[in-house]
């Protein structure tokens, strides 16, 4: 699942690093945007939230082959994004240059664990993926995905690629923020 996780968010990490710069150094341009996206999915259950530079706010959760647009009310009762983890994990990897910040979290003493925290931080955006495997034979496999800075085409493309989403909840979601 970790797998999946990371594959979604690699090209809005790929769009992060990708801040106009010239060749002295100097910010072109601003390509970031405040829309934020988050992908929060429990053994067969994806729920994706979009959350506008204004406030608005729309979610659609997935399960078993069917998806439903989600009211005001029980978006709220998803609460803040938790991180998966109860226990800190070290940091494994991290590489920190000007204008980006890459860090892994994960149990360094089980190389087979699929347990690990990402972070991304990068031209005005972050991205944070939180995969939790849980115990060997328990079926409690968690993801959580989280991008910040993303722009209105980033937010479009989020909820058009998300494969489990029906067409109709889609539509229903994008003019739930403005898209």
Known sequence: MRLLMLALALPLMLAACD???SSNGEQ????TGGYTLEVRAVEG???YI???PDGRRTAGRAAEGASALLDEEA???LGDMQPLNTE???EVFALRLPGVDISVAADADNPNSESASVRVNAGGRSVHVDADEGAPGDSDDRANVRIT???EEDARD???DAEEISAEVKTQMLAAVGL
């Open 19 to 21: 801040a106009s710069v």
């Open 28 to 31: 072109l341009a601003d390509a």
């Open 45 to 47: 259950v994806q729920t």
């Open 50 to 52: 979009v959350v506008a």
């Open 75 to 77: 978006i709220q009762g």
């Open 88 to 90: 800190p994990q070290p």
């Open 149 to 151: 800075g993303a722009t």
């Open 158 to 160: 989020f909820i058009n």
